[in-house]
């Protein structure tokens, strides 16, 4: 009997060892740092981009090379100048092609950058839009085949 105890806990040492090796190697990236600080303030940042009116249009889509992409900001129907405009690209699968671009404005609230995506996969976009009054981003997956 003790014997049989002896193995089932040697099995259950390994079944757990394997597990958190799982767990750690596998790890994607995909939980935002800093969660709780970047979370309190989300409804604030929502009325107050309500009560601006505040519109995003984002790209439609992207593909695997280099991809010009451009994203418009309005408030109550009028372009948002002079905005800070970065996207943000990443593999889903590693952190090692992750970039950050910074978008100039080409147009009075259009704004257009470079972004290089070189391989096939689920890529994650963040546009963030930051002025002196509201600092906002929007997020999306876009499978690139």
Known sequence: MKIFLYCLYAVF???MGTGFYAAF???DGLVDSNYYEKSSGYFTTKALEDSLGLKI???ESLGKG???VDVAVFVN???LEQATVTLFAGLVSSEKYDGIHKMVEHLPG???GEVPIPFS???LINVDVATETIKTNRKWFTEID
């Open 57 to 59: 249009v984002l790209p």
């Open 25 to 27: 190697s596998s790890y």
């Open 110 to 112: 259009f704004y257009r």
């Open 121 to 123: 996969g689920t890529w």
């Open 13 to 15: 040492l390994f079944a």
């Open 77 to 79: 129907g009028k372009p």
């Open 66 to 68: 280099l991809n010009t």
